[in-house]
């Protein structure tokens, strides 16, 4: 069988000069932190699939989804390649929660300057990336 590149979608949430993430279970960046996000579903805009991860996982909703970035992911230890979209997002309204606790095992709000470890393998390209001027720039937005 042909191997193929899959599409996953992060969005990032911000609310009151934070953002949310999630710690992962399971192998596939297992006990790490990252996005809430999954896979893009045929016929699906990457605002849907955004909107859809998070209140699926989380129980939030967003608002003024934006496209943010494209991070070209091979994972070689578990040889899935991926093609990464992140987006941009403000809290619209919930209260976060675990709400599919067999994919992940916790919740939190961060900024920058205190980032969890350990990141899931995505975050350093994105660390490295143009992209984060533009993220710390809308956060602080946010923070008013």
């Known amino acids: ?18 953002f949310l993430l999630l710690k992962r279970k399971g192998s596939h960046g297992g006990d790490t932190w990252s996005l809430p996000g999954g896979h893009l579903e045929f016929g699906e ?18 608002g003024n989804i934006q496209f943010g970035a494209v991070l070209n992911n091979h994972f070689i230890d578990v040889d899935k390649h991926y093609v990464s979209v992140w ?23 961060f900024d920058f300057e205190s980032l969890p470890e350990p990141l899931f393998l995505p975050w350093q390209q994105f660390l490295d990336s143009d ?5 710390e720039g809308r956060l602080r937005q946010t923070a008013v």
């Not at 191997?3 to 009151?16: H, P, Y």
């Not at 909107?51 to 129980?59: C, I, K, S, Y």
């Not at 992209?131 to 993220?135: K, N, T």
């Open 1 to 18: 069988m042909e191997k193929q590149v899959k599409v996953g979608v992060g969005i990032f949430v911000f609310k009151d000069g934070k």
């Open 45 to 62: 805009s990457f605002a849907e699939v955004g909107a859809r991860e998070l209140l699926e996982e989380t129980g939030l909703v967003a």
């Open 87 to 109: 987006l941009t997002s403000d809290w619209m309204e919930g209260e976060e929660h675990i709400t599919e606790p067999d994919k992940c095992h916790a919740v939190g709000w």
């Open 131 to 135: 992209f984060l001027e533009a993220v």
